[in-house]
T-cell receptor, first 113, second 114 residues
Framework: QQQVKQSPQSLIVQKGGISIINCAYE??????FPWYQQFPGKGPALLIA???DVSEKKEGRFTISFNKSAKQFSLHIMDSQPGDSATYFC????????????WGLGTSLAVNP | DAGVIQSPRHEVTEMGQEVTLRCKPI?????LFWYRQTMMRGLELLIY????????DSGMPEDRFSAKMPNASFSTLKIQPSEPRDSAVYFC????????????FGPGTRLTVL
């Protein structure tokens, strides 16, 4: 049972465009929502994270938008660059399960030059 | 400061053989995670240690899998006997404190079981 559903599975964007990746969850106890970035041959690395007390968090070209009522959160990459080509994972956790991260299946992003 | 270190980076073995994957977490981190990554199932948490004690091993697929953390700087994941369906990339990650914090991943071990 996939508790965090991520879409799309793959995404192709032109350089300078906006990349949008969406995640939906069911467990209302989740209270921490990180996004990880993974380059080929490497392990995932934390990109940006949000708590449900805010609706948006921005770090440079990367923004998380959070909709608590809809139980959805999304990653927006502004001015996408070829160097952003990677696999992106959303995740969620809560204190009730030892803060175990529940992962989405990932989105493979390709930014064309 | 070195990141999480995993060895070997690649392992090819035959079905039925024992496989041991190794991990050295970042110094000072007291939580360690073993993950398995496949295209079909994504990232799966296998086991989570805190202060060298297994906290959650509900993700360990079956008795063929075992993990140990004899001290704060070393952990192993063992598969015995290995099967072709165990082929995957296995990641080790560490963090300071509870798993709420940023997890730092190693480069992974790509395991192929023939």
């Amino acid at each position: 049972q996939q508790q965090v559903k991520q879409s799309p599975q793959s995404l192709i964007v032109q350089k300078g465009g906006i990349s949008i990746i969406n995640c939906a969850y069911e467990n209302t106890a989740f209270d921490y929502f990180p996004w990880y970035q993974q380059f080929p041959g490497k392990g995932p690395a934390l990109l940006i994270a949000i708590r449900p007390d805010v609706s948006e968090k921005k770090e440079g070209r990367f923004t998380i938008s959070f909709n608590k009522s809809a139980k959805q959160f999304s990653l927006h990459i502004m001015d996408s660059q070829p160097g952003d080509s990677a696999t992106y994972f959303c995740a969620a956790s809560n204190a009730g399960n030892n803060r175990k991260l529940i992962w989405g299946l990932g989105t493979s992003l390709a930014v064309n030059p | 400061d070195a990141g999480v270190i995993q060895s070997p980076r690649h392992e090819v073995t035959e079905m039925g053989q024992e496989v041991t994957l190794r991990c050295k977490p970042i110094s000072g981190h007291n939580s360690l995670f073993w993950y398995r990554q496949t295209m079909m199932r994504g990232l799966e948490l296998l086991i989570y240690f805190n202060n060298n004690v297994p906290i959650d091993d509900s993700g360990m697929p079956e008795d063929r899998f075992s993990a140990k953390m004899p001290n704060a700087s070393f952990s192993t994941l063992k598969i015995q006997p290995s099967e072709p369906r165990d082929s995957a990339v296995y990641f080790c990650a560490s963090t300071r404190g509870q798993s709420y914090n940023e997890q730092f991943f190693g480069p992974g071990t790509r395991l192929t079981v023939l």
